[in-house]
């Protein structure tokens, strides 16, 4: 049967594009005001003003009076690490201490530490973990979402972690993308072994990935003291020749080269962008590569924010997403990544909603099922409490804003 959502103040991403936003675009809201969205079998059925339903509310299984609200597609986040195992609090407190991350990792903490807790877990214990995050996530509005491995220090570990979310995709009602993260941090027992490492990583590990159908993506972290851009390269297009697309961590530490790396092989996304230059602005702008911007990894590990207005002016395409991971961003609340990326970027609250729902569905390839209103998509929604605008949003960051939640046509 089929539910009515009706006297909609404002209804957000109301659109059929299909290649991400950029520019002056990204601010559109493309929103219906006074209207109503129809969802039948789990996807939206139709969309319009109030003068044009021709329906009366009682017509339906359910009837939900939205007055005052605005609806959205749910978020898409696009950049996680949300299967882990442990905690690392006590390096937010040596963090806090004064700490250096060289000084963290060297006593065991980091990258690695998380690796060991990985390690030593069971691919159950990953599951309901990652499962628990998930629904919690599911609460917060995201609808869809990108999952990466890169906490194993062997073949083993990564793959544990690929079919766990595997598992996840195939029992979770939201969409969820794998991503191989081929080179997070080089393993201790590799320090001396690079060229070992990535032959163990594209040799071994991409025939079980390609075979098991593993994961959608392949991702390596370029930057200074991890992985070169001749070597992210190298290993993109092993990546690419079992199908794998390739999305790139760059120039988070350093302008390491990891933009233009990430472009030469077509990658669908680079990330993170902290440190960049007007070189790799320039060649982000001209490229269909997507820029996705982590602003709460930024704030949490107090680094400058990524240069999202220069970003957008040059006409570059820019997505947000959360990070959620447990050592730079221990959070996969996007309300808070949008808040944090109009505070600290000055991102207008329209162009970071877009890029939080439309542009990250885009770097995950989901355009065509989820991140706008639209006919035919997956009816994964996000219905607002009574608010006087949606820059209110971000604006009271502090606030819980969604009042309803619908997942493929469901409340949740």
Known sequence: ?????????????????????????????????????????????SIGLMSELKNRPQDFAFALDAQGRFVLPSWCDSHTHLVFAGSREAEFVQKIKGASYAEIAAAGG????TARQVATASEDELFTAAQQRIWQLMHQGTGALEIKSGYGSSVETELKMLRVIKRL????????????????????????????????????????????????????????????????IRICEAGKKVGLIPKIHANQLA????????????????????????????????????????????????????????????GAAI???????????????????????????????????????FNAACAMGLQQVCGSITIGKIANLMVTHPIPSLDYLPYAFGEQHIQWIMVRGEWI
């Open 1 to 45: 049967m089929a539910t009515l959502i009706y006297n909609i103040k404002g209804l957000f991403g109301v659109h059929t594009q299909q290649h991400a936003l950029r520019g002056n675009n990204l601010a559109d809201a493309h929103q219906l005001s006074d209207a109503y969205v129809i969802v039948e079998e789990g996807l939206i059925a």
């Open 110 to 113: 980091g990258i690695q530490y």
């Open 169 to 232: 995709k195939e029992t979770c009602p939201i969409p969820i993308k794998a991503t191989f993260l081929a080179a997070h941090a080089l393993p201790t027992e590799y320090k001396n072994d690079r060229e070992g490492f990535i032959l163990v990583m594209t040799e071994e590990a991409l025939p079980v990935i390609a075979k098991e159908g593993l994961a959608d993506f392949i991702d390596v972290f370029c930057e200074e003291g991890f992985f070169s851009p001749v070597e992210t």
């Open 255 to 314: 302008i390491s080269g990891g933009v233009q790396a990430g472009i030469s092989v077509d990658a669908i996304s680079v990330d993170h962008l902290e440190k960049m230059d007007d070189a790799a602005i320039n060649a982000l702008a001209r490229s269909k590569t997507i820029g996705t911007l982590l602003p709460t990894a930024a704030a949490f590990l107090r680094m400058p924010f990524p240069p999202a207005r220069e970003l957008v002016q040059n």
């Open 319 to 357: 997505a947000l997403a959360s990070d959620y991971n447990p050592g730079s961003s221990p959070s996969g609340n996007m309300n808070l990544v949008v808040a944090i990326a109009c505070i600290g970027m000055r991102l207008l609250p329209q162009e970071a909603i877009n890029a939080a729902t």
